[in-house]
């Protein structure tokens, strides 16, 4: 089985401050890993992922995430935060065994000016 | 490529009342998923297939009915509209290899009165 947690479904941050989204996962076998991003009004979009290789995974806008074995960890960061990273973050989880990948409840990022 | 789309974007309907949400991806993709996205619960899971003419139940399929005839559709139908089935409906699809990432349709925005 596996299942995702996502730490705070509010994250408050300064234009400028480091963006830190929590996701911890729950696997029994090596996983694959997703953030998605979902725009106002928008479907969700891919932002990063991890499948295998180095832990450290950049994607689109600056963000970038870490995959962490042994804190079943895989924290999405971004060092700066712009306004129009305001959004609803969802971490992913894909594992062999299971067709569909799960979902934690999302994070909502908020920008403050 | 279109993606995946879906049809309508905005629906009214009256309690009791049934209708499809269409769900189309031009991607080849084999698997296809539909999740409702609700304040405060994330995305959840409805019903989901592995190819055309295989259907499973996710975590919410309960008033919610499913087919798959071709690679690229995959309407969902709701048999007797309720207000709590009130919600945006994603759909998704994506490669079977487990390392790849879901593509998401725009939503339908669906409101039971």
């Known amino acids: 089985a596996q299942s995702v947690t996502q730490l705070g479904s509010h994250v408050s941050v300064s234009e400028g401050a480091l963006v830190l989204l929590r996701c911890n996962y729950s696997s029994s076998v090596p996983p694959y890993l997703f953030w998605y991003v979902q725009y106002p009004n928008q479907g969700l979009q891919l932002l990063l992922k991890?499948?295998?290789?180095?832990?450290l995974v950049k994607g689109i806008n600056g963000f970038e995430a870490e995959f962490k074995k042994s804190e079943t960890s895989f924290h999405l960061t971004k060092p700066s935060a712009h306004m129009s990273d305001a959004a609803e973050y969802f971490c992913a989880v894909s594992t062999g065994g299971s067709y569909i990948p799960t979902f934690g409840r999302g994070t909502s990022l908020i920008v403050h000016p | 490529n279109a993606g995946v789309t879906q049809t309508p974007k905005f629906q009214v309907l009256k309690t009791g009342q049934s209708m499809t949400l269409q769900c189309a991806q031009d991607?080849?993709?084999?698997?296809m998923s539909w999740y409702r996205q609700d304040p405060g619960m994330g995305l959840r899971l409805i019903h989901y297939?592995?190819?055309?003419?295989?259907?499973d139940q996710g975590e919410v399929p309960n008033g919610y009915n499913v087919s798959r005839s071709t690679t690229e559709d995959f309407p969902l139908r709701l048999l007797s509209a309720a207000p709590s089935q009130t919600s945006v409906y994603f759909c998704?699809?994506?490669?079977?290899?487990?390392?790849?990432?879901?593509?998401f349709g725009p939503g339908t925005r669906l409101t039971v009165t």
């Open positions: 297939s592995v190819g055309a003419g295989i259907t």
């Open positions: 991607m080849n993709h084999e698997y």
């Open positions: 998704a699809s994506r490669n079977s290899d487990l390392s790849y990432e879901q593509y």
């Open positions: 991890y499948t295998t290789g180095a832990t």
